[in-house]
Each structure stands twice: as structure tokens, then as C-alpha cells.
């Protein structure tokens, strides 16, 4: 059992994520304003209200990792406010309200295990440099600005080179097993993310009826190999 703080406008902490209440895990509430974060009662996971307030939300979270607070942060937002939700918050995970008990609890299951492991991973590829702890991705040294599920994207592809996924697979370990979204939204972030990529594009490489992969510089392949 996890004890999680609820930071929200909303009086009613339980009404954050109604499926929360069918798992067994501690929930409380605090305001969600700059004048109550800056001394946090101990808890093992911070749940932000971005389904009330997105505005107070991106500044709870900034102000979080200015705070340097060791407790992993989960967004929860509305399926309609998340491509309003940017990497550059600097949370751990994004949770939509409407998540299901069996989700919710592998997210704050997962979200716990990495904060545990300490330090986090950079990745380095093909002139890719991710940052898991600020979600920031660069280019050659050059900052990418991207959306959440662009990040969480070229994160999941970076981090298996080479390797071929298809549509759904990505659908499933980028958007959730519950997305009920069709697979053409792989293809749309895909072209949006390449967009970002400029020349750079061919990183995101497509095998035909097959699916997507990154691809590696041929002296790192080679080194691989």
C-alpha cells in the first residue's frame, strides 16, 4: 500500500481518480497552490490535478522539480486537456482520469520502482540525448521541443534501436493498453515527430507493412554488432 498526496483545487481528492478507490492505497489531499508547496507532508507519490486546472498544474510540477522533491509526480489529466500537457513540466508519469484500477496501480507501481533505482538513464544515439529525469530530448545539442507523447515516443524507440515495432505494439506500450485510439495515431506522431527531427528525420525509420524503428548510425550498429 502507497500513501499518496492529492495536490488539487477540488475539495474532493477522491473524485481525482475514481478507480483509486478500488486499490488499496492511502490518499491525501493538499492544495494545489504555490504558497502550500512549498513544505509537503512525507508521502510515496504526488498526484497532480490537471483535469481541474492545467494552468496550476504545470507550475505545481515545475515548482516540484525546482523543489528537487524525491517523490515520483503523477499528472492526471483528461483525455482532452493531454495534448495540453508538455515534457517540459518535468513529471514522472501522466495518468488520465478516467484510467482503470488495473492501470493505475501499474503506473504508481512503476512510477515507485524507477524512483527507487536512483539515478536516471540518459540515452545517447544516432545524436539523440534523452533525459528521463527533466523529459527533455536534444539533437546534436540542440533542444527538441516536444509534446509528451512525442517524448514518451522517440523515448520507447531510442531505447530498443533497431528493433521493429509494429502499430499496435506501440500503441500499446506508448498509449496504454486502454488507448481506444486506432492506430493512425501512431502514424500522426510519428510525422510530427520526424518534423521536429528536420534532416535528421531518417532516425524514425519505417518498415513497409510493418512498423516503425530507430535507427542507429552505422558506426554505432557496427559497434552493436
Not at 103 to 123: C, K, M, N, Q, T
Not at 137 to 156: I, M, N, S, V
Not at 197 to 211: K, M, S
Amino acid at each position: 500500500m502507497a500513501l499518496l498526496l492529492a495536490l488539487s483545487t477540488s475539495p474532493d481528492a477522491e473524485s481525482l481518480l475514481p478507480a483509486l478507490g478500488l486499490l488499496p492505497h492511502e490518499l491525501r489531499r493538499h492544495p494545489l497552490d504555490p504558497g502550500h508547496l512549498v513544505t509537503l507532508p512525507e508521502a510515496d507519490a504526488i498526484l497532480v490535478d490537471a483535469a481541474t486546472d492545467l494552468v496550476a498544474a504545470r507550475s505545481a510540477c515545475r515548482l516540484l522539480r525546482t523543489a528537487a522533491v524525491d517523490a515520483p509526480v503523477l499528472v492526471v489529466v483528461t483525455e482532452g486537456g493531454l495534448s495540453a500537457v508538455s515534457a517540459d513540466w518535468g513529471f514522472t508519469d501522466v495518468v488520465l482520469q478516467s484510467a482503470g484500477p488495473a492501470e493505475i496501480d501499474a503506473r504508481l507501481r512503476l512510477a515507485l520502482a524507477h524512483a527507487a533505482e536512483g539515478e536516471p538513464v540518459r540515452v545517447h544515439a544516432s545524436g539523440i540525448t534523452i533525459d528521463e529525469q527533466s523529459y527533455s530530448a536534444k539533437l546534436h545539442g540542440r533542444p527538441l521541443d516536444l509534446t509528451y507523447k512525442e517524448f514518451q515516443l522517440l523515448h520507447f524507440l531510442a531505447t530498443h534501436p533497431s528493433r521493429v515495432f509494429t502499430r499496435e505494439q506501440l500503441l500499446s506500450d506508448v498509449w496504454g493498453y486502454d488507448y481506444f485510439g486506432g492506430t493512425r495515431t501512431v502514424d500522426v506522431h510519428v510525422r510530427r515527430l520526424r518534423a521536429k527531427l528536420g534532416e535528421a528525420e531518417q532516425i524514425i525509420g519505417t518498415v513497409r507493412n510493418v512498423g516503425y524503428r530507430f535507427n542507429l548510425h552505422d558506426e554505432e550498429q557496427r559497434a552493436q554488432d
